[in-house]
């Protein structure tokens, strides 16, 4: 086996197909950090940094200048001790994206010097999984119409963002519903509402005969006992997705029984918090959904690895590379509609 000889960090920039807009603003481009682990037997091992402000406090220029740092901590490793290099960059807490990036790269070159698949490497449990889209937070009529052309794209979960305007997004909701029959739904606030709100949301959504899947990140990412009073008082499962990055996280949610559901990213965890996320959600019968920041399709390819190799996962929401401008798909999977495959 070989050791890693470089580390490079390589800025990508991408343009968004039209703006993408959630509760807190929104974004017509992103800034991605391509991370390549090159080995001395000459073996490259792609992994992609999409860090979020937002969510992490990152910015591409902090993990710009890590770069000589992670070259200090893993150069010259043995690829296949990854867990060392798991180990090692576990250190990297306030740059999780990063981390998942470095970790994602040196599991590529592992797999290619063995001559197997990344879903492969992480159990090989689905060589098939089906992705949501996302309706963003606009207008009720732009929301209504860009649900039904992704109805018409043969999509048959829809992701809808929410948490700006509550009287709206019932109704966009409620119109979304009936102009997309048969459809699955995840409906997501990214923390916006109120204790309130959220409870009063939900008993409205069920009250007039609108069945969603489930209902994400009501509340602020710090309320723990805010999730858990709507998760009591909802019709539909409550999910964790700001209020969960670690492991850490994982275990104080199920400990205080706060949700239902934990949305996992790579972005928010890294790879080794997130196998560890898996295993405590499977022990307290928590379900999972896996999502996505804002990755192209060679970053979403680390997720899509990810959740085909475990197979676990009720919802996937990996969309991001769909909204992205590319000029080159690199991603090693196939989109066939709303399925992607692997192997």
Known sequence: MSRIKDIRFILKKYTYKRPFCIAYGFVTETENIEIEVITESGIVGYGESAPSFRINGETPEMILALESKVKDMILDKEIRHYREIFNITDKLLSSPSLKAGVQFAVIDALCKECEIDAW?????????????????????????????????????????????????????????????????????????????????????????????????????????????????????????????????NALKLIKEEAVDMFNIKLMKSGISDAIAIVELAKTANIKLMIGCVSESSIGINQSVQFACGIGCFDFCDLDSHLMLEESDFRGSFRQVGSKILVG
Not at 150 to 162: L, N, T
Not at 213 to 234: A, C, T
């Open 120 to 248: 492969e490497f992480f159990g090989g449990v689905k060589n098939e999984i089906e992705t949501d889209r996302t309706v963003s937070v606009r207008s009720i009529e732009d929301r209504i119409e860009e649900a039904i052309e992704i109805y018409k794209e043969g999509f048959r979960i829809i992701k809808i963002k929410v948490g700006e305007d509550l009287n709206k997004d019932l109704e966009a909701v409620y119109e979304i519903c009936r102009n997309t029959e048969g459809c699955r739904y995840i409906v997501d606030a990214n923390e916006n509402y109120t204790l309130k709100d959220a409870v009063y949301f939900v008993k409205k959504l069920y009250s007039n005969g609108i069945d969603i899947s489930v209902f994400e990140q009501p509340v602020s990412r710090y309320d723990i006992e805010g999730l858990k009073y709507v998760r009591f008082n909802s019709p539909f499962p409550i999910c964790a997705d700001e209020s969960l990055k670690t492991k850490y």
